[in-house]
């Protein structure tokens, strides 16, 4: 199994790539675009602030994922690499971001809960049974560190047609907020994988076992 | 819903774990690796190594203990003691934890604190508090104070004061050390836990003093913990993680149980 961690400097790829190859990937770490062209799998991992994620605009990475999109390569976008995938967020509204799945990303709201949400929180999987989640609880325990979420997508179809997903896993801290999101061949999560013990390993594993139909 | 986290502590030496008792009187409880893997089989939700070493000699050694130790280590990793600059913090990064813990050089610095988080991120960077009540003052908790150097320096600030500091400047969690409990197994010092925890948003790691799982309830309670931290208590067999979070459970306290 070949996979492909994009480094754009947005904090540290150790644990994510110690985790892949404990499962077996031959894992490339990359932060050149032509490097797109010919991976197999994609993983855009990140931590901290979204306005990292201006980097993969000023290297030409974000047209090199979306070409990859596009050729149906399986694509896991992790934390700020999932919120990427959305159009933006409001911790730094000028910067744009895939626009993949609908939405903004929002600041938890203040209250008497602590910001960041850190800590292991269960997932409650969609119904459709997404195949990230493949033989686990459904309730199952990850690692999650984050300020910002990604508001929960319901199933919906706007008026041209076009279908949007419902998220493929929630979770509920302060509010009801999207822990995985999958659709096609791209995926997202909001936890670590890389930290969430035996769950976030197989979740890995389904990943990376993964076959676009 | 989010779960009350169990931390297990390795105070290493010489890439050896040894549990001190109110910072003296060491014994040797074995290889950090080993330990380390095994808290996270049993239910540990997260590990803090922390290098109780302090010379230069012992600087390789750590890094190769906290490489060995995260090899296959697939829950948060934390590692703390000695780390003085943005470069040290990087280099134990790169050897595999996850976040760091730094104590008196933030005190000493207090720009570290923002200077490893904009490489890291800000959930990498745990400021750890040492703090003692100060039964001089009228508010013995709100004004515990902070101490350093294995609880010789008083640094004359309030544990509180510099809470709210290091959150400000960027700190994504606090570990705090209650000194007069540490080593006691007579129970963290919750009104001193619950001081601090209500005066930042961040996440409060309470430590010192865990003896009974009652002790854990009443921090996770009274305390306003957000997570707590306990060495002594699972390194001899006194009892695992998931024994101690099973009886939590039944108290009601969200805890998280693998299967």
Redesign the interface.
């Known amino acids: 199994m070949q996979v492909t961690v994009i480094d754009y400097k947005a904090g540290n790829l150790t644990s994510v790539v110690k985790a892949l190859r404990h499962l077996g990937a031959e894992v490339e770490v990359t932060d050149r675009p032509e490097q797109l062209a010919k991976a197999e799998r994609i993983i855009l991992p990140g931590v901290g602030h979204f306005a990292a994620t201006r980097r993969l605009d000023e290297t030409g990475l974000t047209p090199a994922i979306r070409a990859a999109i596009d050729r149906r390569i399986p694509f896991l976008g992790i934390c700020v690499g999932m919120q990427w995938l959305l159009q933006g967020s409001t911790e730094a509204p000028d910067q744009p971001g895939l626009g993949f799945f609908p939405g903004i990303c929002q600041r938890f709201p203040d209250g008497d809960e602590k910001v960041p949400h850190v800590g292991w929180n269960s997932i409650d999987t969609n119904m459709v049974g997404p195949k990230l989640f493949q033989g686990l609880r459904h309730c199952e325990y990850v690692y999650f560190t984050h300020s910002y979420y990604v508001p929960r997508l319901t199933l919906m179809c706007d008026r041209d047609g076009q279908l949007y997903p419902a998220s493929a896993a929630d979770t509920d801290y302060v509010v009801n907020f999207a822990a995985a999101l999958e659709w096609d061949n791209v995926f997202g999560v909001q936890f670590h994988p890389e930290k969430s013990g035996e769950a976030g390993l197989r979740i890995l594993k389904n990943f990376l076992e993964f076959r676009p139909c | 819903?989010?779960?009350?986290?169990i931390i297990a502590c390795l105070d290493c030496r010489e890439g050896r774990v040894v549990k001190g008792v109110q910072f003296v009187d060491l014994i040797d409880a074995g290889d950090p690796a080993a330990l380390a893997h095994r808290h996270?089989q049993e239910g540990a939700?997260e590990i803090v190594l922390l290098d109780i070493t302090a010379t230069h000699e012992g600087r390789a050694t750590l890094l190769d203990t906290v490489r060995r130790t995260?090899?296959?280590l697939?829950?948060?990793f934390t590692v703390g003691g000695g780390i003085r600059t943005a470069a040290d913090a990087e280099a134990v990064?790169?050897a595999?934890a996850?976040k760091v813990s730094i104590n008196s050089a933030a005190l000493a610095d207090p720009e570290l604190i923002g200077q490893i988080g904009a490489?890291?991120?800000?959930?990498?960077v745990i400021v750890a508090i040492d703090a003692r009540r100060d039964p001089d003052s009228p508010d013995p908790v709100r004004n515990a104070r902070v101490f350093t150097h294995g609880g010789r320096k008083d640094t004359g600030r309030t544990a509180v004061e510099w809470a709210r500091e290091a959150e400000s400047r960027g700190a994504?969690?606090i570990l705090l050390t209650s000194m007069d409990s540490d080593g006691t197994r007579n129970g963290f010092d919750c009104e001193l836990t619950a001081a601090v925890s209500s005066a930042v948003?961040?996440?409060v790691i309470a430590s010192g003093g865990a003896g009974t799982v009652a002790h854990f309830a009443e921090v996770f309670g009274a305390g306003k913990a957000?997570?707590a931290l306990a060495a002594s208590i699972f390194h001899f067999g006194v009892s695992s993680a998931r024994s101690l979070k099973l009886e939590l459970a039944k108290t009601g306290i969200p805890v998280?149980l693998?299967?």
């Open positions: 819903m989010l779960t009350r986290r996270a939700d995260a090899q296959s697939f829950v948060p990064f790169e595999g996850d490489s890291f991120g800000a959930q990498a994504g969690e948003r961040i996440p957000d997570a998280r693998p299967c």
